[in-house]
């Protein structure tokens, strides 16, 4: 939610149409291209430092004898981002000088940013195990594909969902503005479209 505070109404050459219901939604939309020429608007961003461990044991004589444990384990920061496509359907309300929007769902973008100057790992091989270069390899691997699920877990679309519903209310307040109505609205609230409106707060 955006609160807005009034401006000064400036002088205009030609009087600035009012919004309504029937064209508010339609002269949004058709400024989107005018004020960004990117197919995609970028929300958020969010860094985590992930932890990944893998395991593998063995054991010989038809496991009678175990071989050990070898344990290796990744440590990386990574960097989530997240956009909603323009292009997906917008709808926006106006209920007396508040503004609401029905913005698209928030998208993960993928893949995330590994910042792999700042990667760490560890090893721990096994008491009659071999080198653990391979299980480490194996890791490393796995790491790209098992974070683009992490990019759209619950967990961190909610984290990132309040600074998301920031960028939508100035993205739109920018619009406000340049379409000389910015003085009539004083507060923008942002519902995305896979939130439930019983849930969200008034």
């Known amino acids: ?3 807005l505070r009034p401006n000064k109404p400036k002088p ?13 939604t339609e002269r949004f939309i058709s400024a989107i291209p005018e004020l960004t020429q990117e197919l995609n608007l970028e929300l958020a961003t969010a860094t985590f430092n992930e932890t990944f461990t ?39 309300e106006l209920k007396q000088r508040c503004l609401v929007v029905h913005a698209p769902v928030i998208t993960p973008s993928r ?8 990667l760490t790992t560890l090893a ?25 699920q992490f990019a759209g877990d619950v967990r961190h679309l909610e984290l990132v969902r309040p600074q998301c519903r920031a960028s939508v209310a100035e ?16 507060q923008i609230t942002v519902r995305f479209a896979d939130e439930n409106p019983k849930q969200l707060k008034p």
């Not at 205009?12 to 508010?24: A, G």
């Not at 593998?56 to 009678?64: A, E, Q």
Request: aromatic share 8%; with cysteine; proline share 6%.
């Open 171 to 186: 993205f739109v307040r920018l619009w406000l503005e340049r379409e000389g109505q910015a003085a009539s609205i004083t």
């Open 111 to 118: 893949p995330p940013a590994i910042h792999t100057d700042r």
């Open 12 to 24: 205009e050459s030609s009087p600035v149409p009012s919004f309504n219901d029937e064209n508010l």
């Open 1 to 3: 939610m955006l609160l």
């Open 124 to 148: 721990v091989r096994g008491w009659a195990r071999g080198s653990t270069g391979t299980l480490l390899a194996e890791l490393q691997q796995s790491l790209t594909p098992t974070l683009n």
């Open 54 to 92: 893998k395991q593998s044991d063995r054991t010989t004589c038809w496991g009678l004898i175990d071989l050990g444990t070898s344990t290796v384990q990744v440590q990386v920061p990574v960097t989530y981002r997240y956009h909603l496509c323009l292009r997906e359907k917008w709808q926006l």
